[in-house]
């Protein structure tokens, strides 16, 4: 019964190497000058923390993968840990492939009553590693199997790299590796 889960403020993270976590949002705190800080994860040698994002234990949340694949578990199904561990490989989460890392993850408060939290945001942005761009509904990733769902089609040697969320009015900067900008 998800009712019986309390609802509170987590945070996730997720390391290059396809380790994540939940930690409860209160875990950080402001760290006034001079201070040493708190340590949110540790980590193997060669891993970085590659995205973090806040959440509710009741939110959605949708993992992005380069070859355009989407899966979607809640908040709670994501395992809380201390601060000193380094988490649970996501493929014990996801259904995603030997050559599949997730490249962005989105925070859907409700599929089904969009608008309350973020009224103006009802789309979705895609970049690709080709420069190309799409842009999707937020609705349209309500029903999404437990293997995932193609979120969009790639050619052979793109993937995806990007996500956002969107008015579907706003302005979107792309920048390529030589330093270049597109509006």
Do not use: C, W
Request: hydrophobic share 35%; glycine share 8%; charged share 30%.
């Amino acid at each position: 019964d998800e009712s019986l889960i309390p609802e509170e403020n987590s945070m996730i993270t997720l390391t290059e190497k396809g380790y994540i976590k939940r930690l409860a949002a209160d875990t950080y705190k402001t760290q006034n000058r001079g201070g040493v800080g708190v340590k949110g994860i540790s980590t193997n040698e060669e891993d970085n923390v590659k995205l973090m994002v806040n959440v509710s234990t009741h939110d959605y949340i949708l993992f992005f993968t380069n070859k355009g694949k989407v899966y979607r578990i809640k908040g709670y199904e994501i395992p809380e840990f201390n601060r000193q561990s380094k988490g649970l490989p996501i493929i014990n989460l996801l259904h995603i492939e030997k050559d599949e890392y997730v490249s962005s993850i989105i925070k859907i408060s409700s599929i089904i009553k969009i608008g309350k939290d973020e009224p103006e945001l009802k789309y979705l942005l895609f970049a690709t590693k080709k420069g190309v761009v799409k842009r999707t509904a937020i609705e349209d990733f309500e029903n999404i199997r437990q293997t995932g769902k193609m979120s969009i089609t790639l050619k052979d040697d793109d993937e995806l790299i990007a996500v956002k969320k969107t008015t579907g009015e706003n302005k979107v900067l792309l920048g390529s590796t030589n330093g270049r900008m597109v509006l």
